[in-house]
């Protein structure tokens, strides 16, 4: 966690070094490349320090501590659930704790649903008990269960070719692992495409690129006009099974049982705390993560890892005594793994002073070590952030990637706002506990965040505002 918490510190640290001028188009003549570079390289003595502080010092191993603490004391934190809000009121008081700004919750209406019992059992050709997942928002089955007979398919193609076959079927999704990104749009989509066609329950296989007989969970989504549908996920080896019974011309039943529940909308909170900027306080740079989880697991790498990330950011800026000229926003998201619920009403209630938001940070990548930053932006500025991840030669982590992107970041991106995003392995949506320091390297990969973000801030800050806000990207 030291390797993105450096990261972390590292961009919003040089907020404290600016000189609080906004460059403009105008004005970009007046600085050369040459001339940025050098002002990078000259933040290596503080970078120094917050390395010596995270790995050497009194903040050795502390978020990784304050992590583990939070997960085996509430463990998973589901949208709607007591365990979620207990975790949020001791976030609120750890923030005021560790003496952050401003520290407050703002309300918000979340979804609540719970998954129940669940179990799904192939009958014939033989009988198999099967692991499943089902799927957030899903509606269960009758206390009978659905025993049907199942159609395997490949992709949206391929069912709709065989439409006529699914009438009356459970349908299961069997389609190859491409990337998370457009793999993913099975597991939201695959209940409704089945229900169009007459399908009586859909199970996919999980989205991803290796199973130990895990299944995934995850959010689904229903369309208007279209009957809903109980919905999970199976693991990659059933679906690869079924696929090869298919072929032989095997008929396959399947009895599926689901427990699941949708209640009403739940109250909860964005948890915010601030080190509050001493010169341009109105002037924000958001640092984020999710405290929220699904039901299996300790809610560790998705994404308590990327909470702890972001506040450990701020406790090393206090820290090392630094006060930045612009206000530096802690923002702890609720109801993040529902499709970014918390996220957006934050957007609704901030977003008319977007000229004010500099730069949008998130970490929903787990707590393995990073392998770089992505980045969205122009051309000109990325290549000022490759120059300041150069930074990191001494841990061997300088790669910038494009699209950075995130669920809850994402609003603010497509406004203008530029954003950073961690790249790294994940394991989510499973029933995956906190990994070991030494697997999970969660105090290495935080310092590449604060490492970074003591550069990176300020540079976004005075030259990469964006021509939304009337200021342009740098070039």
């Known amino acids: 966690m030291k390797f993105l918490l450096l990261t972390f510190v590292g961009v919003v640290h040089l907020l404290s070094l600016s000189s609080g001028k906004t460059i403009y188009k105008n004005d970009i003549s007046q600085r050369t490349f040459q001339e940025i570079k050098e002002e990078i390289a000259s933040y290596g003595d503080v970078a120094k320090a917050i390395i010596n502080l995270a790995v050497y010092g009194k903040a050795q191993n502390r978020s990784y501590e304050r992590l583990a603490l939070l997960v085996d004391t509430v463990g998973p934190r ?29 309300p918000v209406k979340i979804p609540h649903w719970e998954r129940g019992e669940e179990s799904a059992v192939m009958l014939e050709p033989r009988i198999h008990k099967m692991a499943i997942l089902g799927l957030g928002s899903s509606i269960g089955t009758p206390p009978e269960g659905i025993t049907a007979e199942v159609l395997v398919v490949t992709s949206f193609e391929e069912l709709q070719r065989r439409a ?16 998370y990104s457009k793999t993913v749009q099975y597991r939201v989509q695959g209940s409704v495409e089945a229900a169009k066609v007459g399908a009586v329950a859909s199970l996919i296989r999980s989205v991803a690129s290796f199973s130990i007989y895990s299944p995934h969970t995850g959010i689904q989504e229903y369309q208007d006009g279209v009957p809903k549908i109980p919905t999970a996920c199976i693991t990659v080896e ?33 948890t915010v705390g601030e080190i509050i900027g001493s010169k341009y306080p109105e002037q924000v740079v958001l640092v984020s993560g999710h405290l929220d989880s699904w039901d299996v697991g300790q809610g560790a790498m998705d994404d308590g890892g990327g909470a702890f990330i972001s506040w450990e950011a701020l406790s090393l800026i206090k820290d090392l005594g630094l006060r ?64 300041v991840m150069s930074l990191l030669q001494p841990v061997n982590i300088t790669q910038v990637f494009r699209a950075g992107e995130g669920t809850d970041i994402n609003f ?15 394991i989510h949506h499973m029933p995956v506990l906190l990994v070991l320091p030494s697997e999970a390297k969660v105090e290495e990969a935080s310092l590449i965040f ?18 939304n806000h009337g200021h342009t990207y740098f070039g």
């Open 78 to 106: 589901p949208s709607g659930s007591k365990s979620l809000e207990k975790a949020i009121q001791i976030m609120h008081q750890n923030l005021q704790e560790d003496g952050l700004e401003n520290v407050h919750l703002e």
């Open 324 to 387: 930045p000229k612009r206000t530096l926003r802690l923002v702890l998201w609720t109801a993040e793994e529902q499709g970014g619920i918390g996220a957006f009403q934050y957007y609704q209630l901030h977003k008319a002073n977007i000229s004010n938001y500099s730069l949008v940070m998130e970490s929903d990548l787990g707590t393995f070590l990073p392998s770089g930053l992505q980045f969205t932006g122009s051309e000109k500025a990325r290549t000022i952030v490759e120059e």
């Open 164 to 179: 006529p076959e699914a009438r009356g079927k459970i349908v299961v999704y069997n389609q190859p692992y491409v990337n």
């Open 238 to 270: 059933d679906a690869e099974m079924m696929s090869r019974m298919a072929s032989r011309g095997n008929r396959i039943v399947i009895q599926l049982k689901m427990g699941a529940k949708n209640y009403p909308d739940a109250d909860s909170f964005n």
């Open 412 to 426: 603010w991106i497509q406004a203008g706002v530029p954003g950073l995003w961690l790249k790294a392995r994940i």
């Open 450 to 467: 604060c490492s970074v973000s003591q550069v990176v801030c300020r540079l976004f800050v005075t030259t990469c505002l964006t021509q």
